[in-house]
């Protein structure tokens, strides 16, 4: 049997090639040395200034250790990237499976990488016929991100419908974040990773945003295949129940 290519098969392999070649070119020279580290600082005004002898952060200020036993998601007001008013949990992430991240649209280090990933996730999916898992991008500099820079930033990357990037009051925001315990102090100073929840049965675990597409979508099969809460302990790729308002 003698397969033919049609325009609209080398159109989809064209914007996967894309996709990968964008996603490749941002994790050159910045996703090897964050692989270390759990979150990330991009300093600005004066911490840019004083950041050759910075002292460490204060105890108060660094960012404690994710506990998805303790997850309690927040029925927050924020905004999506078409200016239209949600409630966090309620709207956006009850009942779904959801995968989560954090960016800026002004970041000049992992975010780009991480939402170069998500899309191509987002193609994987559509590629396997998965249509029941939505992606949401929060903005951790709501004053600046407002829903239209943030609609430009979702074309930059040519996101697909069920992605939402998220924006709001910094307060709204610092609620999310604290939920996912992103430090909320400062917003450069936010995780490199992906959440991956699967809210009906009240698991989450979680991975590295800038992972190959396909690890991703693993984890996501493994969050989502399992019923009912886990026993594992809590941390870093583990599954565990989790409870919301």
Known sequence: ??????????????????TLSILAA????????????QGHKHPSGKAAGNAAGAPAASAKNEVTQWEPTNLRLPNVAVRDQEGQNHVFHRD???GRKVLVN????????????????FRAVQQELARRK???VHLISVSVDPLTDTPQVLRQYAKRFDAGPGWTFVTGSRKSIDDI?????????????????VYIGDDASGRWSRTFGAAAPESI??????????????????????LASVSQR
């Open 1 to 18: 049997m003698t397969c033919v290519e049609t325009p609209s098969d080398r159109s989809s392999a064209g914007a996967r090639r894309a």
């Open 26 to 37: 941002s994790l050159a020279g910045v996703c090897a040395p964050l692989m270390a580290h």
């Open 92 to 94: 956006l992430v009850k």
């Open 102 to 117: 954090f960016v800026f649209t002004s970041c000049t280090s992992i975010c780009s990488p991480m939402t170069a990933t």
């Open 130 to 132: 998965i249509d029941d």
């Open 177 to 193: 974040l604290k939920v996912f315990a992103v430090s909320a102090a400062n917003f450069n100073d936010h995780s490199p990773m």
């Open 217 to 238: 979508v693993a984890k996501m099969t493994e969050v989502y295949r399992v019923s009912g809460p886990a026993s594992s302990a809590p941390g870093a790729g583990s």
